[in-house]
């Protein structure tokens, strides 16, 4: 029953290992670099803006799906109270310095929000979304991978690039992804009358807007806790049947 969860996890783990093996090539190569003219931390730069052009992509596409205005604004209102009042975002980055402090050097700035970034990032961009849902549900109710198959083939590929530029961040995400599809899976005949398209689609809204707040810390616009607003891509279960 989860096979679908189990390929899709292995998937983001397989492409994980080959960015972060890139990266470190890179990384070799842009000290180099860097001690020559300072290209480094231009390439460094213009492959960040790059990847938040694209993820800011998804989050707009992703938005556009919803229906119900005032359902994804109460949902975003609510659940950044929650995950303000539990810290999720200070919960995040203590995580990722602990993280950072197993797999890395000591004294690298940023680095543990880096960690945590991509960690959160990569689990939004790999578990909002339909083919995340009904994937999960087909594997559960009807013992159908192919949709979540098909959805790790493009997760895989993504966590390449986003493994580039986040680190270790990105293959934590699968078991974050993994754990949720896995849920979805086994409680599939009990979720199933509760997700409806429409709550599917308001869903897959309320977390395609929180991707383009993540693009834009990345672009270095804004400094949005994003974290905290996790608990709001869950709310339209629930309002959803009053709205």
């Known amino acids: ?3 679908g969860s189990l390929v899709n996890g292995a998937a983001i783990l397989a492409g994980s290992a080959v960015g972060l093996f890139l990266r470190f090539i890179l990384r070799r190569s842009s000290r180099r670099s860097k001690s020559e003219n300072g290209i480094g931390d231009r390439l460094q730069k ?3 803006q790059g990847l938040a052009l ?3 992509y998804i989050g707009i596409s992703g938005s ?3 229906q119900n205005t005032l359902l994804a604004i109460l949902s975003l209102v609510i659940g950044a ?3 303000e009042i539990l810290d999720l975002d200070g919960a995040m980055n203590r995580a990722g310095n602990w993280v950072q402090k197993k797999v890395t050097h000591p004294g690298e700035e940023g680095a543990a929000s880096t960690v945590a970034e991509g960690f959160v ?3 939004l961009l790999f578990g909002v979304g339909a083919m995340s849902i009904v994937g999960s549900l087909n594997s559960g109710l009807l013992g159908d991978h192919t949709m979540l198959f098909a959805k790790s083939l493009l997760d895989g590929v993504s966590s390449v690039v986003f493994s580039v530029s986040f680190g270790i961040g990105v293959p934590l995400s699968a078991i974050a992804v993994f754990v949720y599809e896995a849920l979805i899976t086994l409680a599939a005949g009990v979720l199933a009358p509760l997700l409806s398209d429409a709550v599917i689609a ?3 809204c309320v977390g395609s807007l929180m991707i383009i707040g993540l693009a834009l810390n990345m672009l270095g616009l804004t400094k949005i806790k994003v974290t905290n607003f996790m608990p709001a891509v869950f709310l339209p279960i629930l309002l959803c049947r009053f709205m």
Do not use: H, Y
């Open 1 to 3: 029953m989860l096979l």
């Open 202 to 204: 308001e869903m897959t």
């Open 64 to 66: 556009l799906k919803g």
């Open 54 to 56: 694209c993820t800011m």
């Open 46 to 48: 213009i492959v960040m």
């Open 121 to 123: 990032t990569a689990s």
């Open 81 to 83: 109270v929650i995950g």
